[in-house]
């Protein structure tokens, strides 16, 4: 339950028909407001595009391939090479 203590704004968005009417069904379903739903799937949202923010610098520094070295030497090879440290 979203706590009252919290300073809010509102929004009003437009919807499709069929889209309101499966988060009326889906929020009744899970026993929780439309707002309660709306705002834990924006939080989900948001926490997930952190994270891939996060996680941006270290996509694609591991070749997961079949002829790639063992995980370790690929793991290693990548800290060496990505350190400015070790030049």
Same mark, same amino acid.
């Given at each position: 339950?979203?706590?009252? +203590?919290?300073?809010?704004?509102?929004?009003?968005?437009? %919807?499709? =028909?069929? =889209?309101? @009417? #499966? %988060?009326? +069904?889906?929020?009744?379903?899970?026993?929780?407001?439309?707002?309660d739903f709306i705002?834990? %799937?924006?939080? *989900?949202?948001? @926490? =997930?595009?952190?994270?891939?923010? *996060?996680?941006?610098?270290?996509?694609?520094?591991? @070749?997961?391939?079949?002829? +790639?070295? +063992?995980?370790? @030497?690929? %793991? *290693?090879?990548?800290?060496?090479? #990505?350190?400015? *440290?070790?030049?």
């Amino acid at each position: 339950m979203y706590s009252s +203590a919290v300073k809010t704004s509102t929004i009003t968005i437009r %919807l499709p =028909q069929s =889209q309101r @009417d #499966n %988060l009326k +069904a889906t929020a009744t379903r899970l026993r929780k407001t439309e707002s309660d739903f709306i705002r834990e %799937l924006l939080a *989900r949202e948001f @926490d =997930q595009a952190a994270f891939g923010e *996060r996680a941006s610098e270290f996509v694609g520094c591991l @070749d997961s391939s079949p002829s +790639a070295p +063992a995980p370790a @030497d690929a %793991l *290693r090879s990548a800290i060496k090479r #990505n350190n400015w *440290r070790a030049t």
